[in-house]
T-cell receptor
Framework: GAVVSQHPSWVICKSGTSVKIECRSL??????MFWYRQFPKQSLMLMAT?????????EQGVEKDKFLINHASLTLSTLTVTSAHPEDSSFYIC????????????FGPGTRLTVL | ELKVEQNPLFLSMQEGKNYTIYCNYS?????LYWYRQDPGKSLESLFV?????AVKQEGRLMASLDTKARLSTLHITAAVHDLSATYFC??????????????FGKGTHLIIQP
């Protein structure tokens, strides 16, 4: 199988606080992980590409200082939303590519962030 | 910049009918993906199409890819209520290869009525 987990599945925080979201590949090694954001009733938007042991590559318009990404191992990437504001409320979904195969991305279950 | 366009964006159909969702993309890519999303859930992979002329079928769904026309289709045969969901197509954002993040279409919200 190819299972990707995310934690937490949902989080509510106050404006100005930071929130960390974890993305783990449970049964495979992932050299590359991706972070997407989905606003209600909209499509997924790629935020950044995360490669193990190197700096993440951010898409145009995504603030790297606000969305900190760390890919510390071949099975874990984290996204930290710093100084969160209500407009950051969204569904954050990660995906991972197997080290030995580039044909498919495996998506996590998503994390719903609500900033009050 | 890659653009992925789906149509229709909304589709209401009756059980037992057939219909096709279209996905056009603007730059060269050798692969195309289809996903299903249920409300409040993440994505479920439906099809991975990796070459021109690729055709895959799973149950009442069939997907095809024409890389020359930059067109993929998702065909629904004899629709049933359980197929009600939002369907997304996606293509690699940059090089067209498997190591890219994906650019998604806006999604087709499908409602199948008894």
């Amino acid at each position: 199988g190819a299972v990707v987990s995310q934690h937490p599945s949902w989080v509510i925080c106050k404006s100005g606080t930071s929130v960390k979201i974890e993305c783990r590949s449970l049964d495979f090694q992932a050299t590359t992980m991706f972070w997407y954001r989905q606003f209600p009733k909209q499509s997924l938007m790629l935020m950044a590409t995360s490669n193990e042991g190197s700096k993440a590559t951010y898409e145009q318009g995504v603030e790297k200082d606000k969305f900190l990404i760390n890919h510390a191992s071949l099975t874990l990437s984290t996204l930290t939303v710093t100084s969160a504001h209500p407009e950051d409320s969204s569904f954050y979904i990660c995906s991972a590519i197997k080290r030995e195969g580039l044909d498919e991305q495996f998506f996590g279950p998503g994390t719903r962030l609500t900033v009050l | 910049e890659l653009k992925v366009e789906q149509n229709p964006l909304f589709l209401s159909m009756q059980e037992g009918k057939n219909y096709t969702i279209y996905c056009n993309y603007s730059t060269t890519s050798d692969r195309l993906y289809w996903y299903r999303q249920d409300p409040g859930k993440s994505l479920e992979s439906l099809f991975v199409l990796l070459s021109n002329g690729a055709v895959k079928q799973e149950g009442r769904l069939m997907a095809s890819l024409d890389t020359k026309a930059r067109l993929s289709t998702l065909h629904i045969t004899a629709a049933v209520h359980d197929l009600s969901a939002t369907y997304f197509c996606a293509a690699p954002s940059y090089s067209g290869g498997g190591a890219d993040g994906l650019t998604f279409g806006k999604g087709t919200h499908l409602i199948i009525q008894p």
